[in-house]
């Protein structure tokens, strides 16, 4: 089984911009989380994705945003981009099919603000 | 606020030996613990989880996991110099989203 997939890998983007991550989950999951990590903060939860509905929201701006397809795959966008957005960003699919909540983490975008 | 504390490390120990690596947390009310290994530059990987009181074993690797006393550690035996990366622990309830440690930098020396 493939497993979770981020385009593109590595982004080079000035202030001000804005910015699109996809995410194509694990065949068979319908959730999609998406993290931001950095040195200081670590492993910060976005937002999660289910069957096209945000399920979960973590304490981010609203410049953060995200959307999941039919097909279960997920983009996130963020707008009016800000120095302190450089960071990897992680999605993490799972199957939700009861149980402990498994995550498997895709390769990562590797974002640069300048 | 749920709060999930590791020693950031780093972590020495000779190759062969045991690395133990724990984590503690504040919400009681945590279900489920797991463990991710992440080389650096790379994403995380998940090692293992628990969620019952105890012990679970994986090849090297043996989760243990207290309640009462808020505690969950990962233990690798024969550690190996591939087994250097930081590992983060992660915890949540039910379906509510994972809520990760800083992680703790291991380093085997060989």
């Known amino acids: 089984k493939a497993g979770v997939t981020q385009t593109p890998r590595y982004l080079i983007k000035t202030r001000g911009q804005q910015v699109t991550l996809s995410c194509s989950p694990i065949?068979?999951?319908?959730?999609v989380s998406w993290y931001q990590q950095t040195p200081g903060q670590g492993l910060q939860f976005l937002f999660e994705?289910?069957?096209?509905?945000?399920?979960n929201k973590g304490n981010f701006p609203g410049r953060f945003s995200g959307r999941q397809f039919s097909n279960s795959r997920s983009e996130m966008n963020v707008s009016t981009l800000e120095l302190g957005d450089s960071a990897l960003y992680l999605c993490?699919?799972?199957?939700?099919?009861?149980?402990?909540?498994?995550?498997?983490f895709g390769p990562g975008t590797r974002l640069t603000v300048t | 606020q749920k709060e999930v504390e590791q020693n950031s490390g780093p972590l020495s120990v000779p190759e062969g030996a045991i690395a133990s690596l724990n984590c503690t947390y504040s919400?009681?009310?945590?279900?489920?613990f797991f463990w991710y290994r992440q080389y650096s530059g790379k994403s995380p990987e998940l090692i293992m989880f628990?969620?019952?009181?105890g012990d679970k074993e994986d090849g090297r690797f043996t989760a243990q996991l207290n309640k009462a006393s808020q505690y969950v550690s990962l233990l690798i035996r024969d550690s190996q110099p591939s087994d250097s990366a930081t590992y983060l622990c992660?915890?949540?309830?039910?379906?509510?989203?994972?809520?990760f440690g800083k992680g703790t930098r291991l380093s085997v020396i060989a």
């Open positions: 993490a699919s799972s199957s939700l099919t009861g149980g402990p909540y498994e995550q498997y």
């Open positions: 065949s068979g999951h319908r959730s």
């Open positions: 994705y289910f069957s096209e509905t945000q399920r």
């Open positions: 919400d009681r009310g945590s279900q489920s």
């Open positions: 628990i969620y019952s009181n």
């Open positions: 992660a915890l949540n309830s039910g379906n509510t989203p994972l809520v």
